[in-house]
């Protein structure tokens, strides 16, 4: 499933940089696909059931992995609009 994820300045204000839960990407993606636990790293999304259980890893896209890289370096980031592919239905 293709999925969009849509950073907010919200996101940005209330995230905690190098932190794969609270970042604004994982924040954002919480609010897109909510039935999973989502744990952001710098290439991938682990996305677990809500037990805790790993369900898969999905390939961050290359603008993603930039923006996370820029925001854990404290250097200016935007609101930023991106796609996700191969998220399992619910």
Not at 66 to 71: G, K, P, T, W
Request: net charge positive; proline share 8%; with cysteine.
């Amino acid at each position: 499933m293709r999925v969009k994820i849509e950073v907010t300045q919200e996101d940005i204000d209330k995230g905690s940089r190098e932190s794969e839960t609270h970042c604004p990407v994982a924040r954002a993606v919480k609010r897109a696909i909510p039935w999973f636990n989502v744990r952001a790293g710098n290439s991938v999304l682990y996305l677990d059931n809500k037990s805790g259980q790993p369900v898969c890893k999905v390939c961050l896209p290359f603008r993603a992995q930039d923006f996370i890289e820029r925001f854990d370096n404290r250097v200016e980031v935007r609101p930023e609009t991106f796609f996700v592919t191969g998220v399992p239905p619910r």
